[in-house]
């Protein structure tokens, strides 16, 4: 049995009155990935800011890559937000080597990420000239930089269209495959889900906790290729539905 390379158990998170998440306990395996989706507001990305390392006021435990969390560390974690969150001044292989010590070795490993993602080109632009998918794919360039272990993704498709997204999502799959990374990634989406994971665990809205896990038998393939994946993404919203959440119009849509 192969060892986790993120673990956590979390008995609570008390926020603003109420507990969000509740008890929630997960593991991810060397270069697996595995979804969360879950209902707006029961807890996903304060869950993920607690598996980064970002929020620490909880109680519980989170392991990464065989020693406690209890600070962000971009050695063994790495973190992709809904967002780009790239500096406006630096350029973009200055945003993926932030914080870098060696700055030669650093930007020969940017501009190889910066390839990897299909930015070979664009190592000296600012971050005001590029699209949104591209912004987003110089995070996710950044958030591989230090080769974490574990790369938590936080709805990262949501803000882009369809067609930067579905290149984001191939990307995702390529990147986690070629440096072996585990990949925990939030969603509202049951087809990026299911395209991406391995895994899918479906959030309940209150309190917030892990209440079904979907094993997705061939992910990696696109969605629209095989019936049995659109039918577990029918079992993901279904999931949903079943505690009358409220779907964003993307995840409901036939
Ligand atoms: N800093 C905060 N202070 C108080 N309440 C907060 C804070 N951050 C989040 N919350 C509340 O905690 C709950 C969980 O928030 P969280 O952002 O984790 O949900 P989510 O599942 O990621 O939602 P969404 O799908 O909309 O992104 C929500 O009810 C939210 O309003
Ligand atoms: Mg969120």
């Known amino acids: 049995m192969p060892v986790p390379v993120l ?23 060397p270069g697996e990935i595995v979804a969360v989706v ?9 869950l993920l800011r607690i ?7 909880y109680s519980g435990q989170v392991f990464a ?6 600070r962000p560390d971009p050695l063994r974690v790495g973190v992709m937000f809904q967002e780009p969150r790239l500096l406006p001044w630096l350029r973009v292989a200055d945003n993926v080597t932030l914080g870098a010590r060696a700055p030669i070795a650093a930007r020969e490993r940017a501009q ?8 070979g080109g664009d190592a000296d632009a600012l971050p005001r000239t590029l699209s949104g998918g591209m912004a987003q794919r110089v995070a996710l360039a950044r958030a591989m930089f230090s080769e974490p272990a574990v790369l938590l993704l936080d709805e990262p498709f949501s803000a882009v269209d369809a067609i930067a997204r579905a290149r984001l999502r191939d990307l995702v799959a390529a990147v986690a495959r070629r440096h072996g990374v585990a990949v925990l990634m939030v969603s509202h989406d049951g087809e990026d889900a ?9 959030m309940a809205s209150s ?7 979907i094993v997705v038998p061939s992910p990696g393939r696109q969605s629209a290729a095989g019936q049995g994946e659109a039918a577990l993404e029918d079992a993901v919203l279904s999931a949903l539905a079943a505690r009358g959440a409220t779907l964003p119009p993307n995840a409901a849509a036939p």
Not at 51 to 57: F, Q
Not at 65 to 70: K, P, Q, T, Y
């Open 7 to 29: 673990s956590a158990e979390i008995e609570a998170k008390a926020l603003a009155g109420r507990t969000v998440p509740g008890h929630v306990r997960l593991e991810l395996l």
């Open 38 to 46: 879950g209902p707006s507001g029961c807890g996903k990305t304060t």
């Open 51 to 57: 598996l980064a390392g970002l929020d620490t006021d």
């Open 65 to 70: 890559a065989g020693a406690a969390l209890r």
């Open 112 to 119: 190889s990420l910066l390839a990897e993602v299909g930015l």
């Open 194 to 202: 299911v395209t991406l994971a391995g895994r899918v665990l479906v």
């Open 207 to 213: 309190p917030g906790r892990i209440r079904r896990e």
